[in-house]
Every structure is written in C-alpha cells, then in structure tokens.
C-alpha cells in the first residue's frame, strides 16, 4: 500500500515537472518590443493664450506585444493665476512608434507609424480643463514583427486632459493586433528543460514497466 502511494506521489511530482518545463519554455517564445516614440505639440497653430500642454515621449520601452502598449503621455502645466487660461483650436500634435529590437533582433526596414490629432477646449488656472485630444485615424497602421502582419490598434478616439491640479499626466496606450504566425523560428529549449522533460517520460515509463512486472508476478 505504501509502495502504490509513493508511485502516485512519484507521479504528481514528475507531471508537475513536465508542465513547468514546457510552461518555461512557452513564456520564452513571447514576443517582446523594444521601441520608443517621439513627438510634439504645435504651441501657435490654434492656440490663444500660452502653451502649457506637452508630449512625453518613451525611450527605449520594453514590452510584450500581448500586453498594452504605453505610447507616451499629455502632460498639463499650471498656467500662471487662477483666472489666465489658453484656448486651443484644432491645434495639431504627433507621435511617432519607433521600434528598434523585437526578441532581442534588430529590426530592419521598419516603416515608422505615425500617429496624429487635434487639440480643442479651454485651460483656466490649474484646476480647471475641459481640453480633448481627438486622434485622428491611422492611414496605414500595418507592420511586420516575427514574421506576421502586425496592426496598432486599441487607440482612443478622444481622451479629455488631466488638469495640473490632478497631477496633469494623461497617458496614451494601444495594443498591437497580430494576424498570421508571430515568430515563426519557435525557440529552442535549453538542455536543461530539455533533460527535464525526459527525465519526467522516463520516470512514468519505469512506473508502468515495474507496476507491470509485478502484476504478472502476483497472477
């Protein structure tokens, strides 16, 4: 009894094994981007008053494309006295994704995607900003990564600004959409995992030939 309960132990730990092998070797086949973006705020088409809204950009990002897609930030400074404000009219703003690497390769002849709106609305102060950034639709917003066609996607359509007095940070994310078969050259596993994974066969091979063995032995 104790001997069958110690092959079922034997057994748990060696499937566990087995899962967390070929887990590991799943979550290095992700693909991961390396980008950054750059971009800017026209401060005099449109604008009445001065300028107090920003882009920050992202330097050297490394992210994976299941996941969101930070693409940089509007960033609202105070405007001096409570009572001065600045107006924006269809005042133009543009980003541009650069990426640079995707799993650790360098990607060549990539095709920046460049993406582009409109601010309109009022600043008052610090705590007060009824200011939206429509985004314009992308004209060509397809690439390649690992193989497969890549698209942006998940962009807002419109995003009303944080005012300074909430920090004045109001972030932009997308997502990438893939269609096809992303990295196509699948990693291959280290030794180790590779060991790993035999090692688990092996041991519910030896359990079916003993337990076998002595079944034939009691007949």
Same mark, same amino acid.
Do not use: C, H
């Given at each position: 009894?104790?001997m069958t309960q110690g092959w079922k132990r034997l057994r748990?730990?060696?499937?566990?094994?087995? +899962?967390?092998?070929?887990?590991?070797?799943?979550?290095?086949?992700?693909?991961?981007?390396t980008y950054s973006t750059s971009g800017f705020i026209s401060?005099?088409?449109? /604008?009445?008053?001065?300028?107090?809204?920003?882009?920050?950009?992202?330097?050297?990002?490394?992210?994976?494309?299941?996941?969101?897609?930070? +693409?940089?930030?509007?960033?609202?400074?105070?405007? *001096?006295?409570?009572?001065?404000?600045? *107006?924006?009219?269809?005042?133009?703003?543009?980003?541009?994704?650069?990426?640079?690497?995707?799993? &650790?390769?360098?990607?060549?002849?990539?095709?920046?995607?460049?993406?582009?709106? /409109?601010?309109?609305?009022?600043? %008052?102060?610090?705590?007060?900003?009824?200011?939206?950034?429509?985004?314009?639709?992308?004209?060509?917003?397809?690439?390649?990564?690992? &193989?497969?066609?890549?698209?942006?996607? &998940?962009?807002?359509?419109?995003?009303?600004?944080?005012?300074?007095?909430? &920090?004045?940070?109001?972030? +932009?994310?997308?997502?990438?959409? *893939?269609?096809?078969?992303?990295?196509?050259?699948?990693?291959?596993?280290?030794?180790?995992? /590779?060991?790993?994974? +035999?090692?688990?066969?092996?041991?519910?091979?030896? !359990? !079916?030939?003993?337990?076998? !063995? !002595?079944?034939?032995? %009691?007949?």
């Open positions: 009894m104790q748990s730990v060696a499937i566990a094994l087995g +899962l967390v092998a070929w887990a590991n070797v799943s979550a290095k086949g992700d693909g991961i981007l401060g005099t088409s449109g /604008v009445t008053g001065t300028n107090a809204i920003t882009y920050e950009s992202i330097t050297n990002a490394s992210v994976d494309t299941t996941s969101n897609l930070p +693409l940089g930030a509007f960033q609202v400074a105070k405007l *001096t006295g409570d009572s001065t404000s600045t *107006t924006y009219n269809n005042t133009p703003f543009s980003f541009t994704v650069l990426p640079s690497e995707y799993n &650790g390769e360098p990607l060549k002849d990539f095709t920046p995607l460049t993406v582009t709106g /409109v601010l309109n609305g009022t600043l %008052t102060g610090d705590s007060k900003s009824n200011v939206i950034a429509t985004i314009n639709p992308i004209p060509s917003d397809t690439f390649q990564l690992g &193989g497969a066609t890549s698209t942006l996607a &998940g962009l807002p359509n419109q995003l009303l600004l944080v005012p300074a007095s909430a &920090g004045g940070t109001t972030t +932009l994310e997308g997502a990438i959409a *893939t269609v096809g078969i992303v990295n196509p050259q699948a990693p291959v596993p280290e030794p180790s995992t /590779v060991a790993l994974f +035999l090692s688990t066969i092996g041991g519910l091979a030896l !359990r !079916r030939f003993v337990l076998s !063995r !002595r079944q034939r032995a %009691t007949a």
